[in-house]
């Protein structure tokens, strides 16, 4: 199988995308999947609107997708110059998933672009490199279908401490279950860009196991060859105490276990601890939505027809 692509940011320069951009008359989206992140989507969002909506029109559809938040995100978002959808708002008929991967599902439906760009919301260091370098490969290259960032994950003093769930859980898996995918340097991070016709294609995990899902389901559909990777430089964000970290190992060990095929007869869906002594069960989403596809309510919308 052919390795993944890898570039930089630096790499490409958004007037020049703009234009072709513009010539293969191709629209992008960007979309942050939010819940309660007044502190930050606000810079987020007008560093994009500034550079690259107002300066150089490569952002067609800057989303943010609320789930729920009970801060100010919907309205700091809105301020900024967002178009912002309440998640629930989306295909309510198709109730009831949960999480960020059901977000960013129901952001297939809410969106427009042919190149959809998914953004963390709690981002501190952002830049609009971040989105010049994720769609870089996708408006030069027609066979890159997926573009996963890598970057360099700080946790206060310790230069490289960050990214403690892809370290502990999801290194450790893929190293055992999917060693062709070892070449992909951040398999969990939160900021990728793709082609609607990959995305519509491959199912959805709701909860935090998305990311794991969709590299090993577009591996697996599109080859390593479809996957590029770009290097955004550091990356931080709001970095969450280790026991918050828990449910989301869970659910990552989860979905890599089922696409690995392993199935286990009673397989428990809640974190159990002890917190001060006392017994704490958490839930953790693991269900999965069908690809967007098989949607005939998104089929309609964006005229689209069911492939064999
Ligand atoms: N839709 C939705 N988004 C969420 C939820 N929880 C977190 N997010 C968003 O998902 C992104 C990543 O969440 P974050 O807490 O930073 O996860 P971490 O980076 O893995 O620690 C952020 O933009 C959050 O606002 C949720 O329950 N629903
Ligand atoms: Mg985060």
């Not at 952002?59 to 309440?86: E, F, K, N, Y």
């Not at 952001?107 to 609009?128: E, M, Q, R, V």
């Not at 996957?227 to 955004?232: C, F």
Request: hydrophobic share 40%; with cysteine; charged share 25%.
């Amino acid at each position: 199988m052919p390795q993944s692509p890898v570039s930089a940011a630096g790499d490409f320069d958004a007037a020049r995308l703009c234009e072709s951009k513009l010539a293969s008359h191709t629209t992008v989206s960007v979309c942050l999947p939010a819940r309660n992140e007044a502190a930050t989507v606000g810079e987020i969002v007008s560093i994009l609107r500034r550079d690259l909506v107002d300066r150089c029109p490569l952002i067609d559809d800057l989303v943010v997708m609320d789930d729920g938040s009970s801060d100010d995100t919907a309205s700091i978002a809105a301020d900024a110059g967002a178009r912002v959808v309440p998640a629930e708002t989306v295909l309510p008929e198709l109730c009831c998933g949960t999480g960020k991967g059901e977000v960013m599902w129901k952001s297939l439906y809410a969106t427009t672009g042919d190149i959809i760009c998914w953004l963390d919301a709690d981002l501190l260091n952002f830049g609009s490199h971040f989105v010049v370098g994720l769609l870089g490969p996708l408006l030069g290259r027609p066979s890159t279908g997926f573009v996963k960032a890598f970057y360099r994950r700080p946790l206060g003093d310790d230069p490289n401490g960050g990214g403690r769930v892809t370290e502990l859980m999801a290194r450790p898996l893929i190293s055992s279950f999917f060693p062709q995918l070892t070449g992909i340097v951040q398999p969990l991070g939160g900021e990728y860009a793709g082609r609607r016709e990959v995305f519509e294609e491959v199912p959805f995990v709701e909860g935090w196991g998305v990311e794991i899902g969709l590299l090993v389901d577009i591996a697996e559909r599109y080859g390593l060859g479809a996957i590029a990777q770009v290097d955004l430089g550091v990356r931080e964000h709001r970095n969450r105490p280790l026991i918050e970290l828990a449910p989301t190992s869970m659910a990552i060990l989860q979905i890599a276990l089922r696409r690995a095929g392993v199935t286990v007869e009673g397989l428990g869906h809640e974190l159990v601890r002890y917190v001060d002594g006392a017994v704490e069960r958490v839930p953790v989403e693991v269900r999965e939505r069908p690809p967007m596809i098989e949607i005939p309510a998104y089929r309609a919308k964006f005229g689209r027809e069911l492939t064999a």
